[in-house]
């Protein structure tokens, strides 16, 4: 079955320290990962797809298929990305859903 | 904007009682689905609908039922309600046909049972 494990509840930082919140998957099948970022007060938002490898608000994250991680990097950490990240996988094709994380909790500290 | 918009935002309750809570949205989406998200336990999936005909269970179905009363609308309900049912409820959309992925979520209904 398909599984996303996320190993940190919380990870506490200082503001321009790197981060990396950790994503392993399982997963027989082609994996596509997301990780989706809560802030405060605000609903759910897409911050990045494993397809489209981009770098949005200064993450990146690499699929490791050897490894079967998706973790997330941003080399300066800003206390604006204080935030609940949420690792996800797409299974089953069109017809098939998105399973999540338990959620990192990121703070940053000034 | 097109938007997801769940209401009530919040609302407390007593064990016992019908709660529904309501789903609506405008970014003409087919796919519609109902999370709940409880703190050490991330988000899991209690259903889900890919049309008006089509209702799945998801990972937690126990003890909710739903109704996708037209594209736009998506409806959870809680025919008895508990303590351990009381979480924040996210309603979600995607896109159909090829799309993977992306969800769009609602702002949450934070539901409290006493």
């Known amino acids: 079955a398909q599984r996303v494990t996320q190993p940190e509840k919380l990870l506490s930082v200082f503001k321009g320290a790197p981060v990396e919140l950790k994503c392993n998957y399982s997963?027989?099948?082609?994996?596509?990962l997301f990780w989706y970022v809560q802030y405060s007060r605000q609903r759910l938002q897409l911050l990045l797809r494993?397809?489209s490898r981009e770098s949005i608000k200064g993450f990146t994250a690499d699929l490791n298929k050897g490894e079967t991680s998706f973790h997330l990097k941003k080399p300066f950490a800003q206390e604006e990305d204080s935030a609940m990240y949420y690792c996800?996988?797409?299974?089953?094709?069109?017809?098939?859903?998105?399973?999540f994380g338990k959620g990192t909790k990121l703070s940053v500290k000034p | 904007d097109a938007d997801v918009t769940q209401t009530p935002r919040n609302r407390i309750t007593k064990t016992g009682k019908r709660i529904m809570l309501e789903c609506s949205q405008t970014?003409?989406?087919?796919?519609m689905y109902w999370y709940r998200q409880d703190p050490g336990l991330g988000l899991r999936l209690i259903y889900y609908?890919?049309?008006?005909?089509?209702?799945n269970k998801g990972e937690i179905s126990d003890g909710y039922s739903v109704s996708r009363q037209a594209q736009a609308k998506f409806s959870l309900s809680l025919e008895s309600a508990i303590p351990n049912q009381t979480a924040l409820y996210f309603c979600?959309?995607?896109?159909?046909?090829?799309?993977?992925?992306?969800?769009?979520f609602g702002e949450g209904s934070r539901l409290t049972v006493l």
């Open positions: 979600a959309t995607r896109a159909g046909g090829g799309n993977t992925g992306e969800l769009f």
């Open positions: 997963y027989s099948g082609s994996p596509e």
């Open positions: 494993h397809i």
């Open positions: 996800a996988l797409h299974y089953g094709g069109s017809q098939g859903n998105l399973i």
């Open positions: 970014k003409g989406h087919d796919r």
């Open positions: 609908s890919f049309d008006v005909k089509d209702i």
